[in-house]
């Protein structure tokens, strides 16, 4: 991608009718002199705001690479499918690597965060903000738990359901919103906050909803979710403070690897599930194991409605509460896209049946899959109203 031109501003043309004076300078001279030309380029280049230096190639390939995240997740689940022992050495060393693995894709998301930069952003958008949380902790939790009742789900996949959706929003989420043309700042933020909350809402709402179907611990829950997700993040922040220089050629990285991390983490969760169900409805005499057969099918379809829930009803709450469109995208695509690797390693590390890792894992791929198609066609229709402008609940 070449580096995008720097237009200057140009000197203003003189009436054709009247030319304008020149001014008079005190001299000690007998007539007047004009400045030499290069002292008047020079005094131009001082008056001009500095251009900002091109983005090097190298960035910006690393960006493109990053940015195909859905590709590499859909890739990876075919191989599942067609020789899932491909994951083996990954799935068995679980669950210590699963954990190491979400560790370090949020130590990559703390090394582009500014504290700062953080806190300005929340200042800036405080009741955007609380209305994006809010309705990431109450569209998606409520979803999840009615559609698992309606669809009789077992108890096993009820409750990854739930967990799914009580899960905080993925970073997937702020590069689908830049593909559809939404609020980039507010999605960032949303997925900070709702993070930095699943340490509490997360094992809680699991508690209330799936609780019922089979036991879960939210104490543990929540160390799990502070261990995996807030440490890792203030660590990256902190270590951005005290070496700028390190992280400053690091972070180009840490996109890709944080996206490669996450799709090798989905990927063989997947297959480790995939294995066992068709395993399960082999010995069930179920259509030779047929990929949409039995309860595969019906945690697909599940996961479908789930998602495609999120960004509707995330979309028209938006509106409703009287946001912009570029908010109402940023919200949808925040509430309809979750991280979907916090729920795999909670599901892994604290429930007995490894059933409840399938919705999380089928997650990755649907999901990434849903939004990517929602922000292209995004991308082809113009948010109405400028950049700049603010919503009536910011105003409010």
Known sequence: MAPPLLLLPLPSARPVSRPAPRPC?????????RLPAALR??????????????????????????????????????????RPEAFR???DMAPGSYTATLGFIMLATGLTLQLKDFAALLCDRPLAILFGCAAQYTIMPAVGSIIS??????????????LLGCCPGGTASNVVTLVAQG??????????????AAVFLTPLLTKILAGAYIP????????????????????????QTAFPSVVQF??????????????LLACSVFSENFVRLRSTIADASSVNGDFFSGDIGVVMLSVILLHFAGFFVGYAAAAIGGLKEKQRRAISI?????????????????????????????????MNIMGSTLGLVWQYITPSGSENETTDIHNA
């Open 25 to 33: 300078l005190h001299l000690p001279f007998t007539k007047r002199h």
């Open 41 to 82: 380029v020079k005094c131009r280049a001082e008056q001009a705001p500095p251009a900002a230096p091109p983005t090097p190639r190298w960035h910006a390939a690393l960006a493109a690479a990053a940015g195909l995240y859905p590709a590499y997740v859909t890739a990876g689940a075919f191989v599942a499918v067609a």
């Open 89 to 91: 050495w990954f799935v």
């Open 149 to 162: 009742r309606a669809l009789g789900l077992p108890p096993s996949l009820s409750a990854g359901l739930i």
């Open 183 to 196: 609020d980039v700042p507010l999605s960032i933020v949303m997925t900070v906050c709702s993070t930095l």
């Open 216 to 239: 879960v611990d939210a104490v543990k829950l929540s160390l799990s979710t502070l261990q995996v997700v807030v440490a890792p993040i203030m660590l990256g922040s902190s270590i």
């Open 250 to 263: 690091v972070t180009p990285f840490s996109p890709l690897m944080a996206v490669l991390a996450s799709s």
């Open 334 to 366: 925040e509430v309809g896209m979750q991280n979907s690797s916090l729920g795999v390693v909670l599901a892994a590390a604290h429930f007995s049946s490894p059933l409840v890792a399938l919705p999380p894992a089928i997650s990755a791929v649907i």
